[in-house]
């Protein structure tokens, strides 16, 4: 039986924005370094993401040193951004839930503000592990995450992205397929694997880090946006509806937690513990 590798890691520094893919990646408490400690928001405090603004897809975010990130975007003359001061936090609204975030500069805000052609503001986590914590129904006590959707991790299986793929050029819409794994926007993405195998997985070694499976991932209407377009289709969850579906959710993809911490590299081997 072959070993399963990790294939591709993704950081993406501004939620919903496109990210970066580096060859090895610092796993922390709430998740990969750098991964998602920013968010743009609207004036009533709301975090926007792509199932309100597809084009954040077209943006780009690169990781710089100390926590700063470099903004791209088709249109827009490039722009960095310093992590915050320390100081006042305001409250933003993530999926209803407050949490307590730093704005940054007044240049962030009427940059997002000018591309999303909206009034926005990027806002920053400073410190996870105080801000906000993982979802209590699937979390163990002092789990933190930062402002990905619920959980600091979402780990993918090549052999599943193809099995969905068959399933699609099977369906009513073929030609919407074979999708890339870029519609997942994926932390960790791994070869090697059988079709579906993640949606077993409770504890996951990769590297020297350990992983704890928290459940699988509840897909929405982003993995419907292509990532290099923007432009929105029926796939994958009208096929996830007739194949993928567990309780009221549309999965593909594990949601993993960090038990002990390393540095996770593309060519690891990943080893399902139990």
């Given at each position: 039986?072959?070993?399963?590798?990790?294939?591709a890691l993704h950081v993406h520094p501004v939620k919903s924005v496109a990210g970066t893919a580096p060859d090895e990646v610092a796993v922390e408490p709430w998740g990969l370094s750098g991964d998602r400690r920013w968010a743009v928001v609207d004036v009533d405090g709301n975090v926007i993401t792509q199932r309100q603004q597809p084009r954040l897809a077209l943006a780009r975010a690169r990781p710089l040193g100390g926590g700063g990130i470099a903004l791209s975007a088709p249109g827009m003359d490039g722009l960095t951004v310093a992590v915050p001061e320390p100081g006042v936090l305001e409250p933003v609204l993530l999926f209803g839930k407050k949490c307590e975030v730093a704005l940054a500069d007044t240049a962030a805000h009427d940059w997002f503000g000018t591309y999303l052609g909206?009034?926005?503001?990027?806002?920053?986590?400073?410190?996870?592990?105080?801000?906000r914590?993982?979802?209590?129904?699937?979390?163990?006590?002092?789990?933190?995450?930062?402002?990905?959707?619920?959980?600091?991790?979402l780990i993918t299986t090549l052999a599943s992205l193809d099995a969905l793929n068959t399933l699609i050029a099977q369906g009513e819409h073929p030609e919407e397929g074979p999708l890339p794994m870029s519609r997942f926007r994926p932390n960790v993405v791994v070869s090697g694997a059988s079709a579906w195998e993640e949606d077993h997985w409770q504890t996951v070694a990769i590297g020297d880090a350990v992983f704890r499976g928290a459940k699988a991932c509840g897909r929405c209407i982003v993995t419907t946006t292509?990532?290099?377009?923007?432009?929105?289709?029926?796939?994958?969850?009208?096929?996830?509806?007739?194949?993928?579906?567990?309780?009221?959710?549309?999965?593909?993809?594990?949601?993993?937690?960090?038990?002990?911490?390393?540095?996770?590299?593309?060519?690891?081997?990943?080893?399902?513990?139990?």
């Open positions: 039986m072959s070993k399963m590798l990790v294939q909206e009034p926005a503001r990027l806002v920053h986590m400073d410190d996870p592990a105080a801000r914590s993982v979802d209590p129904e699937y979390a163990l006590p002092g789990e933190s995450v930062s402002l990905a959707d619920g959980y600091p991790l292509d990532q290099e377009t923007a432009q929105r289709g029926r796939e994958p969850l009208r096929t996830l509806a007739l194949h993928r579906r567990i309780g009221r959710s549309l999965v593909f993809g594990r949601l993993l937690v960090p038990v002990r911490l390393g540095t996770v590299r593309v060519g690891d081997e990943v080893r399902v513990l139990e």
